[in-house]
């Protein structure tokens, strides 16, 4: 329970205070953004980022929702492992945050009224004409994809 209290605390930590890009490349401020949770949870994390040609304002609203995601595995996940890939395609960026922890109803959620982090990630992503899909069972971790056009 102090554990879970602690993991809580700490998200939310990281939850009120948003490290924005400040004109660093979305890259880095991912790799800033998870050494900082290395240091504050025992989350194995494995990375596959490449360079990303977006504008600015995307760059931002991509970086929020890796944010939320993350938060998200550190407050209600208790996954040991996490995988962040951001992939540079042709027309568009993809975007995959994976853990392996104790999943939960998705589809249930995302209609709920009563909490914001999913419904915000997939605004924000449709805002800047993405998709979003969350894959999620009880017992079998989660699994976010999202997909945003040049
Ligand atoms: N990676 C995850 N693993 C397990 N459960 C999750 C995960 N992400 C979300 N959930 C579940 O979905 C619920 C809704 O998530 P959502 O981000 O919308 O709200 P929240 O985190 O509870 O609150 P907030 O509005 O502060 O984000 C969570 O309460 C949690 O039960
Ligand atoms: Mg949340």
């Known amino acids: 329970m102090a554990l879970q209290a602690q993991n809580e605390m700490r998200a939310l930590l990281l939850h009120l205070r948003p490290i924005y890009l400040s004109g660093e490349p979305l890259h880095e401020g991912l790799v800033r953004l998870i050494e900082e949770l290395k240091k504050k949870s025992n989350i ?38 996490v995988k962040v890939e951001l992939k540079n395609k042709d027309q568009e960026i993809f975007i995959h945050i994976d853990d392996d922890g104790v999943g939960f109803k998705a589809d249930e959620q995302l209609e709920q009224k009563t909490s914001y982090g999913l419904q915000t990630m997939k605004e924000r992503c449709e805002e800047i004409g993405g998709t979003f899909r969350i894959k999620s069972q009880e017992g079998h971790g989660t699994y976010i994809d999202i997909r945003i056009p040049k």
């Open 44 to 81: 194995n994390f494995n990375l596959d980022l490449d360079e990303v040609e977006v504008s600015q304002s995307k760059e931002e609203h991509i970086f929020r929702m890796v944010q939320e995601a993350l938060s998200n595995i550190l407050r209600h996940a208790n996954a040991q492992n």
